[in-house]
């Protein structure tokens, strides 16, 4: 890449002003446009986006049908409080969600601005549903950072830390990890000791007729794409039935084609009570929805669910845009086609280099653990940091999360050369980092997530 100038003096200006709880430490990145899975600084690198802004662009950036719905909608009015006025932009929005979301069974919406307050929203309608007052999420879950979302979210001590006490009576049990596993598998394979870490809990701490609901990510993204056996899927779908818990799918990071479907839930053949939508469901544009079986949406009052500026016109017009992209484009086909491409590459990696220790995830939703050891799976996260950020310098935008694993998640439009042109930087960042070509100065500049 040239030389960062203009960009740091904008860094600059930033670090003095914004708050420091809101941003994390990567790569001096300063964005003065975006197109597709291209990024352009204020010096004027093109950088290739394989975050998309944390899976919030999914169909790309600037696409010309969202920027002309925005601008048409913008033309007649921008907004009017949904407590007090209806208008159409919230009902065809509504009625495409209830189209493309799992279940075969009548829902309602209910619109918000982020993943957060979404899954806020579910937990108090949970609980005015089922008359329970009782949650239960996951270690290393992440739902946001509202605080009922922070109650679920479980996934860094330094995101919950000095901030409580946190909504009461949420609970948190273990993920089904595969890869890094607990519990000895029996002769006869998996012992599926994470569910019976669950019958654990009804037995000794919450009693399974006061939990209203379980909140589920179909996979585990910010603790580094875990994917749960469909074992687990479909005994946790039994729990719940069977004991009249909600079972809540956060789909914020995993949906709208992301993994190569729809929903992620797609992929275990999951119809949750309710899923919890955000980030690229309008592009970019502040937009969030909790779409939920009819009757559990009707069991709460005005203004218990009501958000002065959700459900916005101009955001719902980006949304509607944003759905029609993606079917338009095939795109959710491309994005399982181009996620089995690159996990082929990743694994002709992992042959050739050490440091790959697992490579997992759908679609356009990957992750690549490093690891120091392959037999004790020690994470390289050191190793990671200094991949990332030569990654970086050679002009390719990846982060990292759980402290070593790769986060693969570029927009879906993403064309076949970019990828390949994205991967042979990885490899050679890896080659690089191998060799111990990246020096450890980098250390104190990345700090990641």
Request: aromatic share 8%; charged share 25%; proline share 5%.
């Amino acid at each position: 890449m040239n030389e960062i100038v203009k960009g740091l003096e904008i860094i600059k200006k930033d670090d003095d002003l914004i708050s420091l709880g809101s941003r994390l430490a990567f790569h001096p990145l300063a964005i003065k446009e975006a197109r597709g899975a291209i990024l352009i600084d204020y010096d004027g690198n093109e950088i290739i986006d394989f975050l998309s802004a944390a899976c919030v662009a999914n169909i790309g950036h600037s696409h010309p049908k969202v920027i002309d719905a925005i601008i048409d909608q913008t033309k007649k009015f921008i907004h009017y409080n949904p407590a007090y006025a209806v208008f159409e932009q919230m009902g065809n929005l509504a009625e495409e969600l209830i189209r493309i979301t799992p279940g075969n069974f009548p829902k309602r919406v209910a619109f918000s601005l982020s993943g957060g307050d979404a899954n806020d929203n579910a937990i108090k309608v949970a609980r005015s549903y089922t008359k329970r007052t009782k949650v239960i999420s996951y270690h290393r879950a992440y739902h946001g950072t509202t605080y009922g979302a922070l109650s679920l979210s479980a996934v860094s001590l330094a995101m919950r830390k000095n901030l409580g006490p946190f909504l009461p009576d949420v609970y948190h049990i273990p993920y089904p990890d595969c890869y890094r596993c607990n519990s000895a598998p029996t002769d006869s394979g998996c012992n599926m000791a994470c569910m019976e870490q669950l019958k654990e809990l009804f037995n000794t701490v919450v009693p399974k007729e006061e939990v209203a609901a379980i909140f589920l990510e179909p996979f585990q993204g910010d603790s580094g794409v875990i994917e749960p056996p469909a074992q687990y899927i479909e005994e946790l779908v039994k729990v719940c039935k069977d004991n009249g818990i909600l079972l809540v799918v956060d789909e914020v990071q995993s949906g709208f084609g992301r993994t190569g479907k729809w929903f992620a839930s797609e992929h275990y053949g999951l119809e949750p009570d309710m899923v919890v939508l955000g980030k690229s469901i309008a592009s970019g544009m502040p937009l969030a929805a909790l779409v939920a079986r009819k009757e559990i949406l009707e069991s709460w009052a005005a203004p218990a669910g009501s958000f002065s500026t959700a459900g916005n016109p101009v955001c719902c017009a980006a949304s509607l845009a944003t759905i029609n992209v993606i079917e338009e484009e095939g795109l959710i086909k491309k994005t399982e086609e181009l996620g089995l491409y690159a996990v082929k590459r990743f694994e002709e990696m992992k042959g050739k280099h050490a440091l790959i220790g697992d490579v997992r995830g759908k679609g356009l939703m990957l992750g690549v653990d490093l690891v120091k050891d392959h037999k004790t799976k020690k994470r390289a996260n050191e190793e990671t940091a200094k991949i990332s950020y030569r990654c970086w310098e050679k002009g390719l935008f990846i982060t990292f999360f759980s402290g070593n694993v790769l986060r693969i998640a570029p927009p879906l439009m993403i064309s076949r050369e970019q990828i390949d042109k994205a991967l042979d930087i990885m490899e050679e960042a890896l080659g690089d980092v191998e060799a111990g070509r990246v020096p450890d100065e980098i250390l104190k500049k990345v700090k990641g997530w």
